[in-house]
């Protein structure tokens, strides 16, 4: 089955028998393309499967029973759940517990040493307490992190202003916490264990109405409501009064949605539904933003930072003991005032014992109404986040550290045109891999920044890249150029080039035969040739997949159209039959261009390619090859030729002329700029909340990316910048100069931060 177009619900005899009660389901998914399997509950019952796959979507199935679920995932790939855990790929790990899962991961420790965010954490931790957006009744809960929504500025280094997160939402009002309090302490129902709260954090009521706006919760929620519209009272209508009510309202104890972090389009009633009028004669439209949020934007931006910043750093492990943690049942769960009704935890109805079919379908609607508990993740308390003044004690340095690490010659004067800076200490060769015009490549050894930061210039040779002699040698044997013929037309740029992440082949474009190919960096040799364009291609890009080792590679060409590949673990581009290598077909073709393709990005993470032609709009394409959208740019923004794309969703785009524009993945012109260099590299930082560029002056700038507001200006090179890169820490910035150069920067980010800014 794998390899084929095998459909997930038939792959093998023994399996179609297991599932042929899903008669009548259509859909098909390739077993090539799973990446992730994690086990599910549905309605409290340990009989769900979500699997996700490798085009960025995941699906959830329903079993009859907890034996068919493990048939299941004994006929699927062994794929686990990723590789993004840090969880062997076994289909043990499918079928492990939450609480297993959560102790042999890696994620707590990286969280810990700040390696990601707490937007990313929290994830994590839904995701494997059986939180999914493909259920309503478990769908992924977050945190309210703010209390101020009534202010004309916002000033996020006031504790004043954060939620106390070593309480539930029921109990930060004093007054209201005693009438829970006496709830539970009086309880006289003998049918039912005593709680504090008779609605939950979390149901797919209040899912729905938080997402109301929005397709397909719109029609979701007018389905579950005879076709009509909540009352307008109850109706989400304003950040500042749904805070209040989860204050003062003894039925309202909900907390947030993830989407209350990254979706400025939740807020707005872009299809113009007839939402109603309040008893205070309020006409419902969009929802009422805080005063210190002008657009939507604005409000995810700073809600989205006020969630990462120390003061929720330092109190978020309890909220997780309290949604996730030891604080969730029990004596301790009591003790915090966080008891909900005994229906909403994991184990306390076994549905199969009740035989009555008419009381198990008022068993399930009780389930449904009262909301479902996370699983319980861990039985101690969850261990503090570091401080980033432990981890990172240079940044609050009063005197920064000096701007220009170093300064690397190669033999070759050609310019370096394109840089990646692999730079994972896992990785055999953690390296700076450098192409220049002429296309001579070097991997150059890269060794740990951050215990070098600070150097002076008389201690250059414990500086943090030390070129390896014997690949950078532009002479004899270990000359390591590309001398395959190009299509002469071809302007030699940082898009011609991509390396893959651990650093052992480059892949190159522009030639003659309308090709792009596969060289090893280790050999110098040719591996791969891939055809597929009807005519030279012009650009190529890679991005890592999401959930697994993987990445996709998009390569755009003169005939207009965009290829989208796969590389895959065995190194060489694949096509639709992972067992050939040799004549590999595109995983999908993008069209919608009337010009030759010049600039593509590929965000794994979101599952979209971003590309610009020529001349004309830039086009938003999934990675199965649907156009969502053009990017419009402002009327004299209509020639593309950088475009850098986040995981967040920022999407940049220079075009000629010193023009710079930035939007939301969903198209919203959100801010422009003009400057007077000719640039020539774009780099957004890992959570796009900075920019930076360089151009032919030689100048690297960086720019807060929201309003392209100036941050910093390094010191002039004493030649133009042709391409850039990150380290993998976000603390080195590595630049290929057109003397045949590479400059490296101290760009730690944090020295931008409001945090740093405001407290040092």
């Known amino acids: 089955a794998p390899g084929t177009q095998a459909s997930l619900i038939a792959p093998a005899s023994s399996v179609s028998q297991v599932l042929a009660y899903t008669e009548g389901l259509h859909g098909k998914w390739m077993f090539s393309e799973i990446r992730a399997v994690f086990s599910r509950r549905y309605l409290l019952q340990n009989t769900a499967l979500e699997v996700f796959m490798a085009n960025r979507t995941s699906v959830m199935f329903n079993f009859p029973d907890q034996a068919t679920v493990k048939k299941v995932v004994y006929s699927l790939p062994r794929v686990g759940v990723g590789t993004s855990y840090g969880l062997p790929q076994a289909r043990r790990i499918s079928l492990a517990t939450p609480r297993q899962l959560y102790k042999s991961s890696n994620m707590t420790q990286r969280w810990q040493r700040r390696e990601i965010s707490n937007f990313e954490y929290l994830m994590f931790l839904n995701t494997i307490a059986g939180r999914t957006y493909n259920d309503l009744n478990q769908y992924p809960v977050f945190p309210w992190v703010l209390t101020n929504y009534e202010s004309e500025e916002l000033d996020l280094t006031l504790p004043g202003n954060f939620r106390d997160l070593s309480k539930p939402i029921g109990a930060l ?37 938080w997402l109301v706006r929005i397709e397909p919760f719109t029609t979701f929620f007018l389905n579950a409501n005879d076709g009509k519209f909540d009352h307008p009272n109850r109706t989400f209508s304003s950040v500042a009064r749904s805070w209040r009510t989860s204050q003062r309202d003894t039925s309202d104890v909900k907390e947030l949605i993830p989407e209350f972090y990254y979706l400025p389009e939740m807020f707005v009633n872009s299809n113009g539904y007839s939402l109603g009028v309040r008893e205070d004669e309020v006409v419902i439209n969009n929802v009422d933003l805080p005063p210190w949020a002008k657009k939507p934007e604005d409000f995810v931006r700073i809600n989205r930072m006020a969630l990462e910043s120390e003061f929720v750093s330092c109190q978020l492990h309890q909220w997780i003991d309290l949604i996730f943690g030891y604080k969730q049942r029990g004596p301790e769960a009591v003790r915090a005032l966080n008891v909900f009704h005994y229906l909403t935890y994991e184990g306390s109805m ?411």
């Open 350 to 760: 076994n549905l199969d014992s009740i035989t009555d079919p008419v009381l198990r379908e008022a068993m399930e609607a009780q389930i449904q109404n009262f909301g479902q508990t996370p699983s319980q993740l861990l039985i101690e308390p969850h261990p503090p986040r570091s401080s980033a003044m432990h981890l990172s004690p240079l940044m609050f340095k009063d005197q920064m550290q000096q701007d220009v690490i170093m300064v690397l010659k190669f033999p070759s004067n050609s310019p370096v045109t394109h840089v990646a800076a692999n730079t994972l200490p896992h990785l055999t060769i953690p390296a700076v891999v450098t192409v220049t015009c002429s296309r001579l490549f070097a991997v150059n050894r890269w060794h740990n920044t951050v215990e070098h930061a600070g150097r002076t210039k008389d201690q250059a040779h414990h500086l943090p890249i030390e070129m390896d002699p014997l690949i950078a040698n532009n002479s004899g044997v270990n000359k390591r150029q590309i001398t395959d013929l190009v299509d002469q037309s071809i302007q030699i740029n940082a898009h011609c080039f991509v390396v893959t992440a651990d650093n052992r082949y480059i892949l190159i474009c522009g030639f003659w035969d309308k090709s792009f190919r596969v060289y090893s960096t280790e050999t110098g040799k040719l591996t791969q040739i891939v055809f597929g364009h009807w005519d030279v291609v012009t650009c190529l890009a890679r991005s890592e997949s999401y959930i697994g080792g993987d990445c996709y590679i998009v390569s755009g060409s003169r005939d207009a159209t965009l290829l989208l590949w796969y590389w895959s673990g065995r190194h060489h581009i694949i096509g639709d039959n992972p067992n050939s290598s040799d004549y590999p077909a595109p995983r999908a073709v993008l069209t919608g261009h009337d010009h030759e393709v010049v600039c593509v990005s590929v965000c794994a993470e979101l599952g979209l390619v971003i590309s610009g032609a020529k001349e004309g709009p830039c086009l938003v394409h999934t990675i199965t090859g649907d156009l969502l959208r053009a990017l419009e740019g402002p009327e004299n923004c209509l020639f593309p030729r950088l475009i850098s794309v986040s995981s967040e969703g920022h999407c940049i785009i220079y075009y000629e002329r010193g023009r710079f524009s930035n939007f939301s993945i969903n198209g919203k012109l959100l801010a422009q700029m003009e400057i007077n260099d000719s640039t020539r590299a774009i780099l957004l930082s890992s959570d796009g909340q900075n920019l930076v560029t360089g151009g032919d002056n030689g100048v690297v700038e960086v720019w807060q990316a929201c309003d392209f507001k100036q941050l910093y200006i390094y010191p002039g090179c004493d030649a133009g910048i042709r391409a850039m890169d990150l380290s993998h820490d976000q603390r080195t910035l590595i630049t290929g100069m057109a003397s045949g150069s590479i400059v490296a920067f101290n760009i730690d980010f944090n020295r931008w931060h409001y945090e740093h800014q405001n407290r040092y």
């Open 173 to 209: 009002n004093p007054k209201r916490a005693v009438f829970y309090a006496e709830r539970y302490e009086t309880w006289e129902d003998d049918q039912s264990p005593p709680y504090h709260y008779n609605t939950h954090y979390s149901t797919a009521t209040s899912t729905l109405s």
